[in-house]
């Protein structure tokens, strides 16, 4: 267990890799202004963590494994509102500022940032305010929704998109989802690249990866 240390923004670290949260720690450890008290690997050990080194800050990736992306940020929020929350995640898509916002959290960082960045969101979200990555940063295509902004979550998609999710996430090819819809694999090919885009993710594997994050292989009507 970490030693209680009086001076410092107290750290805790949530990240389901274990080297991830290594290198991070060592990060830190560079800082004065920051003391990491603990890390865990997933939600229920963070809780228990949380509870016992009352830390500032949480730094958490939004995805820790099975579950809703965004329920261990709310579990956190709504058990221990006076602690800050700052997700780095390596996920981007379209909706995910505002979700994890509306959540509690108050920042969002990719993991692909530089240090700097991560310790100017640290130092705001360690004070109470929301961080927003700067306007010159390739991180502003991220920036936290304004209050009233529409964004695009999964709730928007029709059901054809969330029926090509749901194929998606059950790991069916493009040529075996052509065959259940009766359509070309050209067809397959262009309402995939449309459902990516809508979702403002990099990648036909970044498509399938938050197809599978968010539950849709577990959905009962997947053949449907």
């Given at each position: 267990m970490s030693r209680i240390v009086s001076s410092g923004n107290r750290i805790l670290l949530v990240d389901n890799q274990q080297l991830f949260r290594e290198g991070l720690r060592s990060l830190l450890a560079r800082e004065d202004e920051f003391v990491v008290v603990g890390d865990?690997?997933?939600?229920?050990?963070?809780?228990?963590?949380?509870?016992?080194?009352?830390?500032?800050?949480?730094?958490t990736e939004l995805h820790l494994g099975a579950g809703s992306s965004v329920q261990h940020l709310?579990?956190?929020h709504e058990r221990f509102p006076k602690v800050a929350i700052l997700v780095l995640t390596e996920f981007r898509a379209r909706d995910v500022a505002a979700r994890v916002r509306s959540a509690g959290a108050l920042g969002y960082l990719l993991k692909e940032q530089s240090v700097s960045e991560l310790l100017a969101a640290l130092r705001e979200v360690a004070s109470g305010r929301y961080f927003r990555p700067d306007s010159r940063a390739p991180?502003?295509?991220?920036?936290?929704?304004?209050?009233?902004?529409?964004?695009?979550?999964?709730?928007?998609?029709?059901?054809r998109q969330r029926q090509l999710l749901?194929?998606?996430?059950?790991?069916?090819?493009?040529r075996e989802i052509a065959q259940l819809w009766g359509v070309s694999v050209k067809a397959v090919y262009r309402q995939r690249e449309r459902l990516r885009e809508t979702l403002q993710l990099d990648s036909t594997a970044a498509l399938t990866r938050f197809a599978a994050r968010e539950g849709f292989a577990e959905e009962s009507d997947a053949s449907g």
């Open positions: 865990a690997r997933e939600g229920n050990e963070a809780l228990e963590l949380i509870a016992a080194q009352q830390p500032d800050v949480v730094i709310e579990e956190i991180a502003s295509r991220f920036v936290v929704l304004e209050e009233g902004a529409r964004a695009i979550g999964v709730a928007d998609l029709t059901e749901r194929w998606l996430a059950l790991g069916y090819r493009a």
